[in-house]
T-cell receptor
Framework: NAGVTQTPKFQVLKTGQSMTLQCAQDMNHNSMYWYRQDPGMGLRLIYY???????DKGEVPNGYNVSRLNKREFSLRLESAAPSQTSVYFC???????????FGPGTRLTVL | AQKITQTQPGMFVQEKEAVTLDCTYD???????LFWYKQPSSGEMIFLIY??????QNATEGRYSLNFQKARKSANLVISASQPGDSAMYFC????????????FGTGTRLTIIP
C-alpha cells in the first residue's frame, strides 16, 4: 500500500516548456487534489476532483490544467511554464470531500 | 483577514518538554474541520490530528492533542514529551462548510527540539 505517489520528484524547466506531473493513489479514494507550496505561504489549492470524471478550480488555477484519468490517477499539466510556477507541488487524496486529505511526497519544480 | 493564523514562525523546545503550537481561525460557518499536518525536512506532509466543529471532546492521537476552544476560535496543537523526531514544520488547516473541498493552510511553525 503505497498511499499517494507522485512523479517526478524533481524537475527543471525552461520558460515556455510544458510538462505533466503525475499522481496516483491506491487507497480507493474518490477525491483528489493538487496544491502548490511557496515559501512563507503554506499550501494553496490549484485544482481538485471530487470524483472520477469531475474537476474544479481551486484558489490558484491560472496556468494549469488537470485530468482525472481514472479513479486512481490525477495529473497536472503546465502548458507553458513560467518562473512564477517555481514551487513544490503536492497531490493529495481523500475518501470524500469532507474527509482527511493524505498527501504525496511532492514534486520540486524549478522554472528558469 | 487571514483564515488561519499561526503566530509562531519558529520555536525551540528542550527534549521531553511539552510544546504548544498556536493556531487561530476565522470562519462564519457553523460546520468546519481543523487539521494539523507535520512536514519534516524530507518534505512530505503527514496528517496528525483532526477536530470537527461539533466535536465536544478535544481530539487526541498518541502524543498529539488538539486544544479546541471554539469561543476563542483557537485550535492549538499540543505535543507531549517532545522528541528530536518532532523537529519539523507544523501546519494548521481548516475546511469550512460541509462538502467543501478546500483546505486553507496557515503559514506554519518551525519546531526545533533541542536534545
Amino acid at each position: 500500500n503505497a498511499g499517494v505517489t507522485q512523479t517526478p520528484k524533481f524537475q527543471v524547466l525552461k520558460t515556455g516548456q510544458s510538462m505533466t506531473l503525475q499522481c496516483a493513489q491506491d487507497m480507493n479514494h474518490n477525491s483528489m487534489y493538487w496544491y502548490r507550496q511557496d515559501p512563507g505561504m503554506g499550501l494553496r489549492l490549484i485544482y481538485y476532483s471530487a470524483s472520477e470524471g469531475t474537476t474544479d478550480k481551486g484558489e490558484v488555477p491560472n496556468g494549469y490544467n488537470v485530468s482525472r484519468l481514472n479513479k486512481r490517477e490525477f495529473s497536472l499539466r503546465l502548458e507553458s511554464a513560467a518562473p512564477s510556477q517555481t514551487s513544490v507541488y503536492f497531490c493529495a487524496s481523500s475518501g470524500h470531500l469532507t474527509d482527511t486529505q493524505y498527501f504525496g511526497p511532492g514534486t520540486r519544480l524549478t522554472v528558469l | 483577514a487571514q483564515k488561519i493564523t499561526q503566530t509562531q514562525p519558529g520555536m525551540f523546545v528542550q527534549e521531553k518538554e511539552a510544546v504548544t503550537l498556536d493556531c487561530t481561525y476565522d470562519t462564519s460557518d457553523q460546520s468546519y474541520g481543523l487539521f494539523w499536518y507535520k512536514q519534516p525536512s524530507s518534505g512530505e506532509m503527514i496528517f496528525l490530528i483532526y477536530q470537527g466543529s461539533y466535536d465536544e471532546q478535544n481530539a487526541t492521537e498518541g502524543r498529539y492533542s488538539l486544544n479546541f476552544q471554539k469561543a476563542r476560535k483557537s485550535a492549538n496543537l499540543v505535543i507531549s514529551a517532545s522528541q528530536p523526531g518532532d523537529s519539523a514544520m507544523y501546519f494548521c488547516a481548516m475546511r469550512e462548510g460541509f462538502g467543501n473541498e478546500k483546505l486553507t493552510f496557515g503559514t506554519g511553525t518551525r519546531l526545533t527540539i533541542i536534545p
